[in-house]
């Protein structure tokens, strides 16, 4: 594999994808990056359900960039759905991050659910814009 393929954040989404793939538990894998654990039971202008701020954050340090294109984070991956176009609620999204699908890893376990709330929410609210 060419040196540097993969940088910054994506290394560690790189690592956990790859930690699930082949069973790994949450034990075994890398902590979370500050981003993810900081963001825990805060609360912003979102409201105490999480969303706005947090969830767009957790969106970032998660990794979820690097598989998802979501204009209002900047990112333009290609690997999972477009959520700009397939603009999912906030249910789903929640389903989709605590379960996994596909080639997407379940979160259950290395996100708290009021991160994985916060997270479906920034998504789906970003996703309408």
């Known amino acids: 594999m060419p040196a540097d ?3 910054g954040d994506d290394v560690d989404a790189v690592a956990a994808y790859v930690g699930q793939v082949a069973g790994a538990g949450p ?3 890398a902590a979370p990056s500050p981003g993810v654990a900081g963001s825990q039971g805060g609360t912003t202008s979102g409201g105490p359900a999480g ?7 957790i969106f970032a340090s998660a990794g979820c ?3 998802h294109m979501l204009a209002d984070a ?5 690997v999972g759905p477009n959520l700009n176009e397939s603009k999912p609620s906030v249910e789903l999204a929640v ?10 890893p379940a979160f259950k376990g290395q ?9 479906a929410k920034y998504v789906a609210e970003a996703a309408r814009k």
């Open 5 to 7: 393929l993969v940088k």
């Open 27 to 29: 034990e075994a894998q």
């Open 51 to 57: 969303g706005g701020s947090d969830g767009k954050q």
């Open 65 to 67: 960039g690097s598989c």
């Open 74 to 78: 900047g990112s333009s991956g290609t």
């Open 95 to 104: 389903s989709r991050v605590t379960n996994g699908m596909g080639a997407m």
């Open 111 to 119: 996100l708290s659910e009021t991160q994985v709330r916060a997270v």
